[in-house]
């Protein structure tokens, strides 16, 4: 059973576009969803993180955009860059337990 | 930055051999936990560990696998007789409080089992 779905599976974007990645779930009990990023080799590193009392959350060019009534969340990279390309991990918890990830989307920025 | 640390980054082992991957997590942190992520695929979930008990497990980590806390410092998964499908890579994380903060991942440890 996958808890947190994610697409696309893969993602080109030119330099300077809009890179935006989806995620569902489908336990209410979920109250903290994360992105996080990781490059070849590395462990997943945090990117930004939402709780589901706001809808919408901003730190620099990203943004974390919260739907609890169709319990979806989405990742906007805005201005993407080449740095940007790596693979972006959604994932869920509900307090003090494990975190589920999705399945991963491999973005990359074309210069 | 105070950072989770893992040792080694790559271990080569024959199947049916015992691994210990170690950890190190951030020091004021209370709770523990054990990832591993096959080759490109998603990160799973394996352990957890507060209070120096496993809080809960996935069905991934069957008898074969176990976990220790031998000192203040470090975080051991043992893994007893491996399998050629137990190669992947293993990240720990640490989180100081469940209910507030993220967890914090280390560069992981590739496990291959020949």
């Known amino acids: 059973q996958q808890q947190v779905k994610q697409s696309p599976q893969s993602l080109i974007v030119q330099k300077g576009g809009i890179s935006i990645i989806n995620c569902a779930y489908e336990?209410?009990?979920?109250?903290?969803f994360p992105w996080y990023q990781q490059f070849p080799g590395k462990g997943p590193a945090l990117l930004i993180a939402?709780?589901?009392?706001?809808s919408e959350k901003k730190e620099g060019r990203f943004t974390i955009s919260f739907n609890k009534s169709a319990k979806q969340f989405s990742l906007h990279i805005m201005d993407s860059q080449p740095g940007d390309s790596a693979t972006y991990f959604c994932?869920?918890?509900?307090?003090?337990?494990?975190?589920?990830f999705g399945t991963g989307t491999s973005l990359t920025v074309i210069p | 930055e105070p950072e989770v640390t893992q040792t080694p980054s790559h271990q080569v082992t024959q199947m049916g051999q015992e691994v210990i991957l170690r950890c190190v997590p951030i020091s004021n942190h209370l709770y523990f936990y054990w990832y591993r992520q096959i080759l490109g695929q998603k990160v799973e979930f394996l352990v957890s560990f507060y209070n120096n008990e496993i809080s809960e497990k996935s069905e991934i980590f069957d008898d074969q696998f176990s976990v220790e806390r031998p000192d203040g410092s470090n975080f051991t998964l043992k893994i007893r007789s491996t399998k050629l499908e137990d190669s992947a890579m293993y990240f720990c994380a640490s989180q100081r409080q469940a209910s507030t903060d993220t967890q914090y991942f280390g560069p992981g440890t590739r496990l291959t089992v020949l």
């Open positions: 336990n209410t009990a979920f109250d903290y």
């Open positions: 994932a869920a918890s509900a307090t003090g337990n494990q975190f589920y």
């Open positions: 939402i709780r589901p009392d706001v």
